[in-house]
């Protein structure tokens, strides 16, 4: 099943709910997010019955990789049971979860034990007072290295580490985090700062683009090319040319991979968003709820990708403010 620029659908990521212990300023700013806001209820998000019914459904339509986000995921009490039934679904090739870290070290053992294969880390900083103003306040670094290495112990390998990467923020540390990570088998992907969502006053100024961090890490550290693990893979890959490990560079912005995007979005209350840039989703939750068997449910995600034409970085312009002051649903809705 291919959609409208004949791309086919293999990732579903899904969003467990939309709370999470990190203010970071680009995501969800304390200012708005504070302790009065109103997240999701529970009966307003999706049950793990629902989101196992809906991978189902998109593994018979080609999906065969499943990532699960929130928000930060780890808040769900009961994750370890919703990943032990998708890893028994027929078809699931690849099932990762993407977390702060701060809540994995007593739970990576059970995670792993229950069918997760890998888990991505979001990481911006190896300094510890950049790492507390880019986590809201909220973060201790510590915490979050100690979730890594238990990860790894569990063996939730490769480890990613993704480091969003602002100009005058946190790019002048990222050398150290390199260095901190490499010879340990952990991969670190740096990410040009996106304008996802409207919260996080995206200017192109801010982006590092990736070509310049490629260049200020091979005066460093040599590094050479290394050939994509599968196609449509949103990392360009980069080994040391010491062997002392690989890293990847995701440059939504300078240089978009819109042609290759396999990838649709499951938000905690049921919306399915085809683009990470979505201005508007489709409801799931109501056909669902209101008694729409298998082949209803299977008919209309077929549809909603079959139209879809999204490609919203291939056709950023960075210059026109008022493109990025369209309402775009928000990253900490649908997991990045």
Known sequence: MRDALRRPLHDLRISLLDQCNFRCPYCMPESEYHADYQFLGRKDRLTHAEILKLARIAVSLGVSKIRLTGGEPLLDRNIESLVAGIAEIDGVEDLALTTNAMLLAPRAQALKQAGLDRVTISLDSIDPVVFAVMSGGRGKLEQALAGI??????????????VVVQRGVNDAGVLDLLEHFRGSGHIVRLIEFMDVGNRNGWRMEQVVPSRELLERIGQRWPVEPKQQNYPGEVARRYVYSDGKGEIGFISSVTEPFCGSCSRARLSADGMLYTCLFATHGTDLR????????????????????????????ELRRPELAEAHAQSKVEMYRIGG
């Open 149 to 162: 290495d238990a990860a790894a112990d569990a063996g939730l390998v490769p480890v990613k580490i993704n």
């Open 286 to 313: 109501e056909p669902l709820r209101n008694g729409a068997d298998d082949e209803e449910l299977k008919d209309i995600l077929a549809r909603i990708w079959l139209q879809r034409a999204d490609r919203y970085s």
